[in-house]
């Protein structure tokens, strides 16, 4: 089993939808959570970042962690086109331990 | 945060010969990493560039093959060895500023060994 495990997709929606990402997890030793957006032929990009359970919203990007369950999520409101990329999900047990990462979710928006 | 610069951004080689990879970043950073990303796949830690000291290798990378340096706290290299059409894949240099445990991204370097 691996330790992150996230759905590959590829997932499309209609610009204007809610997206919904997710990450399941099985090392509980986990607290440190963040999401990154890779568009094609770029590296990563940070996008949201958060420590231990609870949400954090950034303009159209909420990203949501629940340690009970071993599960994070990130929402997007209101997806553009431009939202179109690879979004991976990473997490840490500690400030300067290793990034786990997940496979990645590739999300196409149609206009 | 930090920007970090990769060059060279794309490169086709032939087999049994070496490529370089360079990685600058615009501050001093603790912590440099090395990654692989295989099209369509997650990245794989290859290794932890220290300055002052040999890189950390994951299991399954040895420094024989990519190996590693880190003259100082904003610039690292990566050298891929006497390359095979396996060794064809994305690599990406990270750094992690001190005191932050989110990592930021090179644009990556595209490497096709024929």
């Known amino acids: 089993q691996k330790e992150v495990e996230q759905d590959p997709g590829p997932l499309s929606v209609p610009e204007g939808a809610i997206v919904s990402l997710n990450c399941t997890y099985s090392n509980s030793a986990f607290q440190y959570f963040m999401w990154y957006r890779q568009y094609s032929r770029k590296g990563p990009e940070l996008l949201m970042y958060t420590y231990s359970s609870g949400n954090k919203e950034d303009g159209r990007f909420t990203a949501q962690v629940d340690k009970s369950s071993k599960y994070i999520s990130l929402f997007i409101r209101d997806s553009q086109p431009s939202d179109s990329a690879t979004y991976l999900c990473?997490?840490?047990?500690?400030?300067?331990?290793?990034?786990?990462f997940g496979q990645g979710t590739e999300l196409s928006v149609k206009p | 945060s930090a920007v970090i610069s990769q060059k060279p951004s794309r490169d086709i080689c032939q087999r049994g010969t070496s490529l370089t990879i360079q990685c600058q970043v615009d501050s001093q950073v603790t912590m440099m990493f090395w990654y692989r990303q295989q099209p369509g796949q997650s990245l794989t830690l290859i290794a932890t560039a220290n300055q002052g000291s040999e890189a950390t290798y994951e299991s399954g990378f040895v420094i024989d093959k990519f190996p590693i340096s880190r003259p100082n706290l904003t610039f690292s290299t990566l050298t891929v060895s006497n390359m095979s059409p396996e060794d064809s894949s994305i690599y990406l240099c990270?750094?992690?500023?001190?005191?932050?445990?989110?990592?930021?991204f090179g644009q990556g370097t595209r490497l096709t060994v024929v």
């Open positions: 990473a997490m840490t047990g500690n400030q300067g331990g290793k990034l786990i």
């Open positions: 990270s750094a992690r500023p001190a005191g932050d445990t989110e990592a930021f």
